[in-house]
């Protein structure tokens, strides 16, 4: 080989090796989201498997339990109510002329009977002064045992006639129920949620077994809480007045306190690989559900254990080997080992391994991330005492 291609060669081998060099030197930075690592508070929770759901301490969905034509709908959807409002009328005109015939019946029936009572009333006395002439001799007695009689056949017809008055007044109070029948009340306090009536429509109460649309839908949104399922396997660690971390999908980043007021006394197998128990929480401060909804969805942690002002890291930010990627102060990455403490979704307890300042990768799961690799700051997260 010539001596001018061997001088090539070896040239173009520097080259491609000052090339190699500078691109390892002049590496571009991969941008990561930074965490400081410093003390807060870890909590160990039990959270729902599935979303929980924000429901009313009384929810009616009410119907008529009598057949006919809707008359006058006094609410609609939004209106307030009180306890015993009228919100739904059937016609009942044929019951309301009914109800006047029976009160008419009751009062004759009542006239009657004070009639039949007062001469009951006359011929006791009668019979009582006709004992006091047989004994002084001025009547036989054939006349008393007559005057006896009558005295007692008046008694007989008096209570007769009061027996009447009675079952008429009972017919009332059943035409009455019958007429009741024809309205629909609220049986709390609360607001109309939906109307599936109109005026002039039929309604007939629903068949047995068969499900239909409630005339109105009540609720009472004065008590709010959160039924959601946790897993049988965690259910044993659940108990009643349990402290409870609530988030709702509608107030993102707010953390609402509550207590377990409920666990159901069953499993429910709805899914039979994934059986669960149902768990209520009621609001600690009833005012926190104030613009709340029924129907949002919740999720709920029952809170099992509580550290304060221990070092912590976001979950995120830790392998499945309890390493973490460390930023140097020439801001390349070391692959650090911890040893962790006490976890829950969101933070977990660093018990060795790093120190309050550290900054960290909070986004390992880029598969890029590697020991010596240059990063820089895409966003430096600070700590707060939210877990």
Known sequence: ???????????????????????????????????????????STIANTRAGTVKACQRARLSPNASGQVTALNVTEGSMVQPGDVLMELWHRDLDAQLSLAQQQALSTEQRAAATCVRADTASRDAQRGQDLK???????????????????????????????????AQIEVISAALDRTRLRAPFAGVVAEVNAEIGEFMTPSPTGIATLPAIDLIDTSCLYVSAPIDEVDAPRVSVDQEVIISLDAFQGQRISGRVRRVAPYVLDLEKQARTVEVEANFTEPEQARNMLVGYSADIEVVLTRKNSVLRLPTSAIFDDDRVYRINADQTLEKVTVTTGLSSWSFIEITGGLKAGDLIVNNPARKTLATGLLVSDKALVGDTDDD
């Open 1 to 43: 080989m010539r001596r001018g291609s061997k001088l090539f060669i070896v040239g173009l081998s520097v080259i491609t090796i000052a090339l190699i060099s500078w691109r390892l030197t002049h590496e571009e930075a991969i941008a990561v989201e930074v965490y400081t690592v410093s003390l807060g508070e870890v909590l």
């Open 135 to 169: 004994k002084k001799g001025f009547i036989s007695d054939e006349q008393l045992d007559q005057r006896v009689s009558g005295a007692d056949a008046s008694a007989i017809a008096c209570r007769a006639d009061n027996l009447s008055a009675t079952a008429a007044n």
